[in-house]
C-alpha cells in the first residue's frame, strides 16, 4: 500500500498535472490587455504585436535599439554626495537610492554612452524611468552634464532620451538646480556648432520638459508618449475645465507644433542617422571606437 501510495500515484499525478508556466514568460500590454511572450516584446523592442504600444525600455535596450550590432563605451560620472540633505519621508533617501540600484543596476537615472548610429558616430543619454521615475538630481544631472561636455570636446553630436517626472523632491534646491545647469552646459554644442537631438519617451514631465528637453535642434517622440509639465489631472483641477482628448500625447503635440515627428521605435535608428548627417553635412562619420567594452569608462579626450 505504502508502495503504491508513495510511488506510482505521484507519478500518474504528473502525468496529467498542469506545468505552470514561469511567472516571467508573458506579460500584459497596459494598452489593449494582449499576453505577449516575452521573447517576441524584447525582439521587437517592447513594443506591442497587437495594439503597437510603446512600453518603458531599459537604457540597456535602448542603447541596442540605437547601436545595433555596434559596441559602445559608457560614460563614467564623477561621484556627488548621495544623499546631501540627509533626507527622509517614509524611507530615508540612503535606501531609496540603494533599492533603486538593485532594482536596475544602474548608479542613477541618467546613463550616458558613446557609439555609432548606423555608422554616425554620437553620444547618447538615456533618462530611465525605472529609477524613481526618471528624477532628475545631482548625479544625473552631473552625467548628463559630463556627456555634452564629452561630446563638445569630441565633436560629436549628443542626442538625449527622456523620460522622466521631473526633479527629485529628495535632493531640494540642489535638483532645481540640475535644470540651469544642464541648459548652459549644452551651450558648448551651439558653440561649437554641433546637433543636439531629443528623442521624447513615456512620459517626459516637470522640469526636464522645462529645461534640456524642449532646446533641441529636433525634437522627435514615441506614439503614445505623455509630454507635459504638469499632468492633465494636475492641470484640470487647476483650470477646472475639461481637457482635450488625447491632451498632451506625442500625436496631440505634433498637431499643434510642440514637436517636429512621431516615430515608432523599429524606425528611429534610421531616421536619427539620416538627421544626423544631413546636420554634419556629410554621408556618414564612421566610428573609431568599434572594438571598445560596453562597461569601460570613457577616455578623457586630450588636453588641447
Same mark, same amino acid.
Given at each position: 500500500?505504502?508502495?503504491?501510495?508513495?510511488?506510482? &500515484?505521484?507519478?500518474?499525478?504528473?502525468?496529467?498535472?498542469?506545468?505552470?508556466?514561469?511567472? @516571467? =514568460?508573458?506579460?500584459?500590454?497596459?494598452?489593449?490587455?494582449?499576453? *505577449?511572450?516575452? #521573447?517576441?516584446?524584447?525582439?521587437?523592442?517592447?513594443?506591442? +504585436?497587437?495594439?503597437?504600444?510603446?512600453?518603458?525600455?531599459?537604457?540597456?535596450?535602448?542603447?541596442?535599439? =540605437?547601436? +545595433?550590432?555596434?559596441?559602445?563605451?559608457? =560614460?563614467?560620472?564623477?561621484?556627488?554626495?548621495?544623499?546631501?540633505?540627509?533626507?527622509?519621508?517614509?524611507?530615508?533617501?540612503?535606501?531609496?537610492?540603494?533599492?533603486?540600484?538593485?532594482?536596475?543596476?544602474?548608479?542613477?537615472?541618467?546613463?550616458?554612452?558613446?557609439?555609432?548610429?548606423?555608422?554616425?558616430?554620437?553620444?547618447?543619454?538615456?533618462? @530611465?524611468?525605472?529609477?524613481?521615475?526618471?528624477?532628475?538630481? !545631482?548625479?544625473?544631472?552631473?552625467?548628463?552634464?559630463?556627456?555634452?561636455?564629452?561630446?563638445?570636446?569630441?565633436?560629436?553630436?549628443?542626442?538625449?532620451?527622456?523620460?522622466?517626472? +521631473?526633479?527629485?523632491?529628495?535632493? +531640494?534646491?540642489?535638483?532645481?538646480?540640475?535644470?540651469? &545647469?544642464?541648459?548652459?552646459?549644452? #551651450?558648448? *554644442?551651439?558653440?561649437?556648432?554641433?546637433?543636439?537631438?531629443?528623442?521624447?519617451?513615456?512620459?517626459?514631465?516637470?522640469?526636464?520638459?522645462?529645461?534640456?528637453?524642449?532646446?533641441?535642434?529636433?525634437?522627435?517622440?514615441?506614439?503614445?508618449?505623455?509630454?507635459?509639465?504638469?499632468?492633465?489631472?494636475?492641470?484640470?483641477?487647476?483650470?477646472?475645465?475639461?481637457?482635450?482628448?488625447?491632451?498632451?500625447?506625442?500625436?496631440?503635440?505634433?498637431?499643434?507644433? !510642440?514637436?517636429?515627428?512621431?516615430?515608432?521605435?523599429?524606425?528611429?535608428?534610421?531616421? *536619427?542617422?539620416? *538627421?544626423?548627417?544631413?546636420?554634419?553635412? &556629410?554621408?556618414? &562619420?564612421?566610428?573609431?571606437?568599434?572594438?571598445?567594452?560596453?562597461?569601460?569608462?570613457?577616455?578623457?579626450?586630450?588636453?588641447?
Amino acid at each position: 500500500m505504502n508502495w503504491i501510495k508513495n510511488v506510482v &500515484r505521484p507519478k500518474i499525478r504528473g502525468v496529467f498535472q498542469k506545468r505552470s508556466a514561469p511567472d @516571467d =514568460l508573458w506579460k500584459t500590454c497596459p494598452a489593449c490587455k494582449a499576453m *505577449l511572450f516575452q #521573447q517576441d516584446l524584447k525582439k521587437s523592442f517592447q513594443v506591442c +504585436g497587437e495594439c503597437g504600444h510603446h512600453m518603458r525600455l531599459a537604457p540597456v535596450e535602448r542603447f541596442r535599439l =540605437l547601436f +545595433g550590432d555596434s559596441s559602445y563605451d559608457r =560614460l563614467t560620472p564623477p561621484k556627488v554626495p548621495a544623499d546631501p540633505l540627509r533626507f527622509r519621508d517614509e524611507k530615508r533617501y540612503r535606501d531609496r537610492l540603494k533599492a533603486a540600484r538593485e532594482k536596475t543596476g544602474a548608479e542613477d537615472a541618467i546613463t550616458v554612452a558613446h557609439g555609432a548610429i548606423m555608422d554616425v558616430e554620437c553620444v547618447v543619454a538615456v533618462q @530611465d524611468f525605472a529609477f524613481m521615475g526618471g528624477s532628475l538630481g !545631482m548625479a544625473a544631472g552631473e552625467a548628463l552634464v559630463e556627456g555634452v561636455s564629452w561630446a563638445a570636446e569630441r565633436k560629436v553630436p549628443l542626442l538625449v532620451v527622456t523620460s522622466s517626472g +521631473g526633479a527629485r523632491m529628495q535632493e +531640494g534646491i540642489l535638483s532645481l538646480m540640475q535644470l540651469p &545647469r544642464t541648459l548652459a552646459a549644452l #551651450q558648448a *554644442l551651439s558653440e561649437a556648432v554641433l546637433p543636439y537631438l531629443v528623442l521624447l519617451a513615456h512620459p517626459t514631465t516637470g522640469g526636464v520638459t522645462a529645461s534640456y528637453g524642449m532646446v533641441g535642434d529636433v525634437h522627435m517622440a514615441e506614439p503614445g508618449a505623455l509630454i507635459g509639465f504638469a499632468g492633465p489631472r494636475v492641470i484640470e483641477q487647476t483650470i477646472r475645465e475639461k481637457l482635450p482628448k488625447g491632451f498632451q500625447s506625442a500625436e496631440y503635440l505634433l498637431d499643434h507644433g !510642440m514637436v517636429d515627428m512621431v516615430v515608432p521605435r523599429a524606425e528611429q535608428p534610421e531616421i *536619427l542617422a539620416r *538627421l544626423l548627417r544631413l546636420f554634419l553635412n &556629410r554621408s556618414g &562619420r564612421v566610428s573609431k571606437r568599434r572594438v571598445a567594452k560596453h562597461d569601460s569608462a570613457f577616455p578623457k579626450p586630450a588636453q588641447q
